[in-house]
């Protein structure tokens, strides 16, 4: 079975930083891509960046610039570098993995608080 497990969050004043990590254990076949999602009050839960099996990366425009998603395989282990954070940028952020065969697996989140 298959586990994503975040950690990283907290509170964090404006223009400063965090790093978010995600663990994945369990056997993954067909890997299609990993990403960060967030979710704020009273929104809906939006694609913060994401990064493929290849590579590749892209990310929502709000975040383009500031943030940085990176994987380390060996660790089995996704990151998501947070830099010069905004309050709109709070929310509870989530670690997804998706599969070729339409698999899509979800972490419990992570709380991120940007105070102004």
């Known amino acids: 079975q298959v586990q994503l497990v975040e950690s990283g969050g907290g509170l964090v004043q404006a223009g400063g930083s965090l790093r978010l990590s995600c663990a994945i254990s369990?056997?993954?076949?067909?890997?299609?891509?990993m990403g960060w999602y967030r979710q704020a009050p009273g929104k809906q839960r939006e694609l913060v960046a994401r990064?493929?099996?290849?590579?590749?990366?892209d990310y929502a425009d709000s975040v383009k610039g500031r943030f940085t998603i990176s994987s380390d395989n060996a660790e089995n282990t996704v990151y998501l570098q947070m830099n010069s954070l905004k309050p709109e940028d709070t929310a509870v952020y989530y670690c997804?993995?998706?599969?070729?065969?339409?698999?899509?697996?979800w972490g419990q989140g992570t709380q991120v608080t940007v105070s102004s």
């Open positions: 369990g056997s993954i076949f067909a890997l299609n891509a």
């Open positions: 990064i493929t099996s290849g590579g590749s990366t």
């Open positions: 997804n993995l998706g599969t070729y065969f339409g698999n899509n697996y």
